[in-house]
C-alpha cells in the first residue's frame, strides 16, 4: 500500500511531461528568437512603420554588400588598370599644393565626375535599388555579414550598432514609453557595457579627414558613397521626425515625408555627397541625448572609413588595417574632440550637402565648400578699403 502510494506522488502525468518539454522549448526559442530579434527591427516600429523597418532591414544587408563588392572590384584582376589610374590620381593629390586643389575643385564644382570603376558601380547600384525595394526575410538579415570580407571585429562593432539603432527606433516609436530621455540614457548605458562598443564622445575629425586612405571611398565609388549616404541619413531623418511627431500635431505625417524623400534619392534626388549627421539630420535626438548622436555618429563615420580602407587601390592587409581602426574607434581611452569640434564638424558638410533636412525645405547648398575643403589651413586677406 505505502509502495503503490509512493508509486502514486512520484509519477508524472504524460500531459504534464508534454507541458513540461513545450515550456523547455518554448524557453529555448524564446531566448534563440530574442537573440535573432536584436539584429532585426523592434517588433513596436515594425508594426507602426511596417515600410521602413523593412527598408532598414534592407538596407543593412546592402551595406554588408557594398563592402564585399568594394572587396571584389578591389581584388578582381580584370580592374588591375583602372586600380593603377586611381591609386596614381590619388597621389597626384596628395602631393598638390593648395593652390592646385581649390582650382582643381572650382574646375570640377559643377560637374559630377564618375569614378575610375563607373560601369561596374552603375551595375551594383541597380541591383542595391531593387533590394532596398525588397522584402527581406529574418534569415537574410542576421547572415548578411556571414560571408563578409571584413574582419570578425569589424563585423562584431558594425552588428553592435545595428542592434543600438533598432533599440531606439523601439523606444522613439513606442507611445508607452514616457521619458524618453531617460529610456534613451538607459539603452546608452546598456550599448556601452558590451565590448565592440563605440565610445559615447566625439571621435575628433581627423580619424574620418586624414587617416591614411582617407576619401578613397568617396572618389573612387561617388555613387555607391552617395548610396551608403542615404541609407544613413533615412535612419537619422526617421529619428528626428519620430520625435517631432511625439511633440506636436503640425508634425504629424513627418514619417511618410522622410520616406517620400528617401524614395525621391533613389530616383538620383539629392544624394548626400557628405557623411550625414546627427546635429544636421536629427539635431532633436542631439538635444535629447547627446550620447547617443555621438554613437551614432561615431558609427556611421566608422563605416565610412572601413569603406576607404576597402576602397584605397592596391593596398596589401587591408584586414590590418582595419583591425587597426576597430581598435581606434573602440577604446574608451583614446583622445576625444570637444563637443563645440565636434557640432563644428557635424554642420560643417551643410545640411543639404547630406542629404537636406528631414523636415522643412531646402533647396539649395547652404555652404560653398565641402568638409575636407574647410579642414584645409589656409590663410584669407580681406580688403577692409
Same mark, same amino acid.
Given at each position: ?23 523547455? *522549448?518554448? !524557453?529555448?526559442? +524564446?531566448?534563440? =528568437? ?17 515600410? *521602413? =523597418?523593412?527598408?532598414? @532591414? ?19 584582376? %580584370? ?36 569614378? $575610375? ?32 570580407? #571584413? ?16 533599440? #531606439?527606433?523601439?523606444?522613439?516609436? @513606442? ?5 524618453? $530621455? ?13 565590448? /565592440? ?17 582617407? /576619401?578613397?571611398? =568617396? ?18 531623418? &526617421? ?17 511618410? !515625408? ?12 539629392? #544624394? ?7 546635429? =544636421? ?37 587591408? @584586414?590590418?588595417? !582595419? ?6 574607434? &573602440?577604446? $574608451? ?15 560643417? +558638410? ?5 542629404? +537636406?533636412? %528631414?523636415?522643412?525645405? #531646402? ?11 574647410? /579642414? ?10
Amino acid at each position: 500500500m505505502n509502495s503503490q502510494s509512493s508509486e502514486r506522488k512520484t509519477s508524472v502525468h504524460p500531459s504534464a511531461l508534454l507541458l513540461l518539454v513545450f515550456l523547455l *522549448l518554448t !524557453t529555448v526559442i +524564446g531566448a534563440f =528568437a530574442q537573440t535573432a530579434f536584436a539584429q532585426t527591427m523592434g517588433r513596436v516600429f515594425s508594426a507602426q512603420e511596417s515600410e *521602413l =523597418a523593412e527598408l532598414f @532591414d534592407a538596407a543593412f544587408i546592402a551595406q554588408a554588400k557594398i563592402f564585399a563588392e568594394i572587396s571584389a572590384i578591389g581584388s578582381s584582376p %580584370a580592374t588591375q588598370a583602372a586600380r593603377d589610374q586611381f591609386e596614381q590620381n590619388l597621389h597626384m593629390r596628395e602631393n598638390m599644393s593648395m593652390a592646385e586643389m581649390m582650382a582643381m575643385m572650382q574646375m570640377h564644382a559643377s560637374m559630377t565626375m564618375p569614378g $575610375p570603376f563607373d560601369e561596374l558601380e552603375s551595375h551594383f547600384g541597380t541591383q542595391m535599388i531593387i533590394l532596398l525595394e525588397t522584402r527581406q526575410s529574418r534569415s537574410a538579415v542576421l547572415d548578411a555579414y556571414e560571408n563578409s570580407p #571584413l574582419p570578425r571585429q569589424v563585423v562584431e562593432v558594425l552588428h553592435r550598432g545595428r542592434q543600438f539603432e533598432s533599440r #531606439l527606433y523601439e523606444i522613439l516609436a @513606442d507611445p508607452s514609453v514616457s521619458d524618453i $530621455p531617460a529610456a534613451l540614457r538607459e539603452e546608452v548605458a546598456n550599448y556601452l557595457s558590451a565590448d /565592440g562598443s563605440v565610445p559615447a564622445k566625439p571621435i575628433p575629425a581627423d580619424l574620418l579627414l586624414e587617416h591614411l586612405h582617407a /576619401g578613397a571611398f =568617396a572618389r573612387g565609388y561617388p555613387k555607391l558613397s552617395g548610396f551608403l549616404w542615404a541609407t544613413q541619413w533615412v535612419q537619422l531623418a &526617421t529619428i528626428e521626425a519620430l520625435l517631432l511627431q511625439a511633440q506636436e500635431v503640425q508634425y504629424w505625417g513627418s514619417v511618410d !515625408t522622410v520616406r517620400a524623400r528617401f524614395q525621391g534619392k533613389m530616383q538620383g534626388s539629392l #544624394l548626400p555627397v557628405e557623411l550625414p549627421m546627427t546635429p =544636421a539630420i536629427a539635431p532633436t535626438l542631439f538635444t535629447l541625448s547627446p550620447d547617443a548622436a555621438v554613437i551614432i555618429d561615431n558609427l556611421n563615420i566608422f563605416e565610412t572609413v572601413i569603406a576607404d580602407v576597402l576602397s584605397y587601390p592596391n593596398l596589401e592587409n587591408k @584586414d590590418v588595417a !582595419t583591425d587597426a581602426l576597430v581598435a581606434q574607434f &573602440t577604446n $574608451p581611452d583614446t583622445s576625444f574632440a570637444s563637443t563645440m569640434d565636434y557640432l563644428l564638424f557635424a554642420l560643417r +558638410g551643410g545640411i543639404y550637402n547630406q542629404g +537636406g533636412p %528631414a523636415i522643412g525645405e #531646402l533647396s539649395q547648398s547652404e555652404r560653398n565648400r565641402s568638409r575636407s575643403e574647410m /579642414g584645409m589651413q589656409h590663410a584669407m586677406i580681406m580688403s577692409t578699403q
